[in-house]
């Protein structure tokens, strides 16, 4: 429900803009890799997980100044090394496999001032990683069961940017980043049908300030390519592919 009216309100002041000023609309697909190191709450334990996703959405320009953008797609996670859960009635170790879920991607960025060709503003990006519920079951000596995950992930990304257009129709941008991830991996464990023990790991990112660099390029006046790369206490990827109408 609260996801529901987060994305209405963000609808609504879309629509807002709209009436704004001089609109361009964009549409297509972004795939997406980031490779983050973690730390677990109350734990020196860290890890490592690499997130990917294909989305598809859009993007709004208003009076080239302001920029909305949703996209919405499919996720996969996997981690560098096992979880390892102790508190269950019977540790367990959690595999590195991928796991599969939905991603959705909220963008807003600004460039309100102009000095000397070169565009400055800030940016602030949200990411969701909803993971697919994963199960199996427990085959030991005495007993036997069933183990049940469940993994969230959410990272909020604030940008200082510069632009400028190095050629016609091609715009490097960039500047200092910080971001932000957190998450949740919960593990349920049933033994016998009487046994029952939930554990939940919460994670963070260790590192916050970093660098992102990128590009938009306009190879038609319908049809854009972009890339951006982030160096954080991540590694990261963004390509994407927009019709311009």
Not at 15 to 42: E, H, Q, R
Not at 117 to 146: A, C, H, R, T, Y
């Amino acid at each position: 429900m609260k996801k529901g009216l987060a994305l209405f309100a963000v609808m609504i002041i879309l629509v807002g803009f709209s009436f704004a000023g001089d609109i361009n609309f964009y549409g297509g697909l972004k795939g997406l890799f980031n490779s983050i190191k973690i730390k677990y709450k109350d734990s020196s334990v860290e890890n490592k997980i690499n997130l990917s996703s294909l989305s598809f959405g859009g993007k709004i320009e208003v009076d080239e100044i302001y920029y909305f953008s949703l996209y919405v797609g499919l996720t996969s996670a996997k981690f560098s090394e096992p979880v390892i859960f102790d508190n269950l009635p019977f540790s367990i170790k959690f595999p590195s496999d991928t796991q599969r879920g939905y991603y959705v991607n909220l963008n807003f960025h600004t460039y309100p001032f102009e000095i000397k060709g070169i565009e400055f503003g800030m940016g602030i990006n949200v990411g969701m990683f909803m993971l697919k519920n994963s199960q199996w079951d427990i085959q030991l000596p005495i007993v036997s069961g069933m183990f049940d995950s469940d993994i969230n992930s959410y990272d909020f990304n604030f940008n200082f940017l510069a632009k400028g257009e190095i050629f016609n129709g091609f715009y490097l941008y960039g500047g200092p980043s910080f971001l932000k991830i957190f998450g949740n991996i919960k593990g349920t464990e049933q033994i016998n049908n009487d046994l029952t023990g939930e554990e939940n790991k919460n994670f963070s990112n260790k590192k916050l300030m970093g660098f992102l660099v990128g590009f938009d390029y306009e190879v038609e006046d319908y049809l854009m390519i972009s890339t951006e790369i982030r160096l954080i206490n991540s590694y990261g990827l963004m390509v994407s592919l927009n019709y311009i109408f």
